[in-house]
């Protein structure tokens, strides 16, 4: 009998709509941390909105637990089995196989442990089918503000974050904006098209009363139901043609190609799933047939002909961008080969691909078309390629997986999200959001394929958020209850605890970490560098695994005059970062301790870098006139004068200038 009341006791609490208001008000925090932007932390907008991210995971895990605990059984899909089997892989790689080269084992277990909470959490709360629509005007929501504020950029109203462009939102550049919000068009599209039923059942007042007789007696709390649907309805609506609008609008003057392609492209499913779209095929196709064959050839030319011109106009419109990230893919391919399987680790690009880039043009391979495009990117700009380069082939085939079951699953596995006694009505109205949802997730891997939105944590919350909701609508393959729920929710429980004890202290230092970094960081660019020195080495033993941290450490150091101490920060540097930066500073070093040939190797490397570069090949011939190797020194002033120049600027012309001089001494410019 006790146990009997308390089920239901669960039960009732599990299904009462505090809950789900509770839970989005969970889910409110963790959209909301895509506004953060701090100045106080080095990299203020990305910083910024990790730590918000994290203000909120406490909370969270306390909502968490307390759905957990009332839960008595959880239903696992193959979605759930794949998305454990990837964090177990994660984990294992990273810290048994490969032993974390490029990052902590610490590291590794905060990164599983907190988009795994999320993940739980969103997985476990949507079991209201409430709750998924709240999320869904959510995203609506945050997208709408986050465009707005882009057009308020756009007309000088708001300031933007970036120097040369002017709409950013709340991001770094147009690029991360554009793909942020191009997910939200295909959701606002959704709802436009499908017509969402809100609170399930039919909105027809009449149909309902007569379907039922003893709603006769209650017409007046019928009308007030429905008539609150209606309304709410109408709100959301509303906020679908907003969003829709300022969507469509902002995105064009942000120019980004990628986050153009993303949002048709989610777009393009969402219209292809509705019910009227097969029907219009079918009639397109027939109207075709029966055209005579001249002019269907006539036609399909046509198409392929409006199809290649917007594919090369795309191209042609920031063909250098375009070329460069074929390049980077090149490169990053061959860093793939060298261990196809299990990656190199997190990290292994900042690390490896700069250097691999310098190998590529000093064997020749790179040709002058290259070379002018070559740069030093913080990403490969495509998000498999990078899973690939650091998480191996094994990574890639459980991703495949995850989306292989979302988007081909069969018809008889179709969502079924509701509650045991829901209706047809609301069960299809389950299966429209999931095309919505569906939607979303495919703008956000069409753009991830040419770009880097998973370096940012508002796009990971976006990814996570989704996963979790599509993986409660497949088919349960597995039921957990009984004991096993129980042994469970009590290492659930430790481990919470553990974890908090742990993560806590570690994160707030790492913050506070951060503020030093951005404090050193202004110190250096007023030229104080003795201060700068002592706030980088306050912030190092937090920081000693980044290598863009030691990266500027070491440059510090090295216009502080610490010659010496400078290369020893360098050397590690250089095991989990590789730049121009580092080459050059340590040829700086080596010339100013007399170590000439370390420096000539140095600059060398630095030149192969990013051939197209003046300055690198400036310092060399420097290095060559100061250790008095004039031949050499003449040589790269020659070639620097006979290379096209990338950016003419007056530094530019003041070392052409220098550089005439050294091969003509008595010229005068």
Not at 510 to 534: G, H
Request: net charge positive; charged share 15%.
């Amino acid at each position: 009998m006790i146990s009997f009341l308390y089920q239901n006791l669960t039960k009732q609490l599990l299904q009462h709509p505090i809950f789900t208001y509770i839970n989005l008000i969970v889910v409110t925090l963790l959209f909301a941390s895509s506004f953060q932007v701090n100045s106080g932390f080095f990299n203020p907008l990305v910083t910024a909105k990790q730590w918000g991210l994290e203000q909120c995971l406490l909370l969270l895990l306390v909502f968490y637990l307390i759905l957990f605990l009332l839960t008595k059984i959880i239903y696992v899909t193959a979605i759930d089995v794949l998305v454990l089997i990837f964090c177990g892989w994660y984990f294992v790689n990273e810290s048994l196989i490969l032993a974390a080269p490029y990052t902590s084992t610490f590291q590794t277990i905060f990164i599983i442990s907190i988009w795994g909470l999320i993940y739980l959490f969103i997985r476990l709360s949507t079991h209201r089918r409430e709750m998924l629509i709240g999320i869904a005007v959510l995203w609506l929501v945050v997208l709408l503000l986050q465009s707005v504020l882009g057009l308020m950029q756009l007309y000088g109203l708001e300031k933007s974050y970036h120097g040369l462009f002017r709409v950013t939102g709340t991001f770094h550049n147009p690029g991360p904006f554009s793909g942020f919000i191009a997910s939200g068009l295909p959701l606002s599209l959704g709802f436009l098209l499908y017509k969402v039923n809100l609170l399930g059942g039919s909105d027809n007042l009449k149909s309902q009363v007569s379907n039922n007789p003893q709603n006769h007696i209650s017409t007046g709390k019928w009308l007030s139901k429905m008539s609150f649907n209606f309304v709410l309805r109408r709100v959301v609506q509303s906020l679908a043609w907003l969003s829709f609008a300022a969507i469509i609008t902002v995105l064009p003057p942000a120019q980004s190609r990628a986050g153009w392609v993303a949002a048709a492209a989610g777009s393009l499913y969402v219209i292809a799933g509705h019910p009227n779209f097969s029907t219009l095929v079918c009639s397109l196709k027939n109207r075709f047939v029966a055209i005579n064959k001249p002019f269907r050839v006539v036609i399909a030319v046509i198409i392929l002909l409006s199809v290649f011109a917007v594919s090369f106009g795309l191209y042609a419109m920031k063909r250098g961008s375009a070329n460069g990230r074929l390049l980077m893919w090149q490169v990053t391919s061959l860093v793939i080969a060298e261990k196809p399987l299990t990656g190199h680790g997190t990290g292994a690009f900042n690390a490896i691909y700069m250097t691999e880039q310098a190998n590529w043009f000093a064997s020749g391979k790179g040709h002058n078309a290259q070379a002018l495009v070559a740069g030093s990117p913080d990403a490969p700009f495509n998000e498999l390629l990078k899973v690939w380069l650091e998480k191996g082939l094994i990574a890639v085939i459980l991703v495949a997986g995850i989306l292989y079951v979302i988007f081909f699953r069969k018809k008889d596995d179709e969502p079924d999200i509701k509650c045991p006694d829901a209706d047809d009505k609301t069960r299809n109205t389950d299966n429209k959001l999931i095309v919505c949802f569906n939607g979303a997730l495919i703008s956000i891997i069409v753009f991830s394929l040419f770009s880097y939105p998973f370096d940012i944590s508002s796009f990971v919350l976006q990814l996570i958020v989704l996963v979790a909701i599509l993986a409660k609508s497949g088919k349960p393959i597995l039921v957990v209850n009984g004991l096993k729920i129980m042994l469970l929710k009590l290492t659930v429980v430790i481990l919470s605890v553990v974890s908090v004890i742990i993560f806590v202290p570690q994160r707030q230092a790492y913050y506070e970490a951060m503020k030093i970094w951005a404090s050193a960081e202004s110190l250096y660019n007023v030229r104080n560098y003795r201060l700068a020195v002592d706030a980088y080495e306050d912030a190092f033993p937090i920081l000693k695994s980044n290598g863009l941290f030691l990266q500027m450490y070491g440059k510090a150091l090295s216009m502080n005059q610490q010659y010496a101490k400078s290369n020893e920060l360098l050397a590690l540097a250089q095991q989990r970062y590789s730049s121009q930066i580092i080459q050059n500073t340590l040829g700086d070093n080596h010339k100013a301790l007399g170590n000439y040939s370390e420096a000539e190797e140095a600059y060398t490397k630095s030149v192969y870098m990013i051939p197209s570069l003046l300055f690198p090949k400036y310092l060399l011939a420097k290095l060559y006139v100061e250790s008095e190797q004039f031949d050499k020194a003449k040589l790269v002033a020659q070639e620097i004068l006979d290379g096209q120049i990338k950016v003419e600027s007056s530094a530019t012309r003041e070392i052409l200038n220098e550089m005439k001089l050294l091969l003509h001494p008595m010229a005068i410019d």
